[in-house]
């Protein structure tokens, strides 16, 4: 079994930034990939990056240039830098973990970007 949890979330103006983190715990071992989606109202769950353990960043073309992930192993943390930030951004972003275990997800949290 492995848990996250996520913090960072919250309310932030058009053109500004926030940062997301996971932090990870449980039967962590061998190789695994961190990654953030977002579900937006009315929406279905969508892919906004991933790193897996060799540190090839995978981002959605819509968050190119202005999100960055990256992972601390030592803490078995997965961060999310989002500057710039529009409105469209807004959603849940739930953190996920894909290793030996299994496949989990955090619970979410809520980013609103609104003027």
């Known amino acids: 079994q492995v848990q996250l949890v996520e913090s960072g979330g919250g309310l932030v103006q058009p053109g500004g930034s926030l940062r997301l983190s996971c932090a990870a715990t449980g039967s962590i071992r061998g190789i695994y990939t961190m990654g953030w989606y977002r579900q937006a109202p009315g929406k279905q769950r969508e892919l906004v990056a991933f790193?897996?353990?060799?540190?090839?960043?995978t981002y959605d073309d819509s968050v190119k240039g202005r999100f960055t992930i990256s992972r601390d192993n030592a803490k078995t943390t997965v961060y999310l830098q989002m500057n710039s930030l529009k409105f469209e951004d807004t959603g849940v972003y739930y953190c996920h973990w894909v290793g030996a275990p299994g496949n989990y997800w955090g619970q979410g949290t809520q980013v609103t970007v609104s003027s």
């Open positions: 790193i897996p353990t060799n540190g090839r960043m």
